[in-house]
């Protein structure tokens, strides 16, 4: 049992680690993801009960960093999605390892 604590815990060391900085990119798309419920069934003794649980719209928007040579998606919001487009650059913050 310790190990496995011991295990969990340098896991999140290690996440932890790398330093955030923030980086210019490129918008290579952007997309929304429409309003959705999902529900999760609860068994209170006999009794199934389904707990609907809302996710709002999402506005997201792919960046590339070429010398980090990877793509970021990034949840913004509605004025910022609007006022982005496709080829613009723009500065986000990333965890460089």
Request: proline share 4%; net charge positive.
């Amino acid at each position: 049992m310790k190990a496995k604590v011991l295990l969990f815990a340098m896991l999140l060391i290690f996440a932890a680690c790398g330093k955030k900085t923030n980086v210019k990119g490129v918008v290579v798309s952007k997309h929304i993801n429409p309003p959705h419920t999902i529900y999760q069934s609860i068994y209170n003794g006999k009794v199934m009960m389904m707990i609907p649980y809302t996710h709002p719209e999402e506005h997201i928007i792919v960046v590339e960093v070429d010398w980090l040579n990877e793509k970021f998606e990034r949840n913004v919001g509605y004025d910022l999605y609007n006022e982005v487009s496709v080829g613009d650059s723009v500065m986000i913050e990333v965890r460089i390892k």
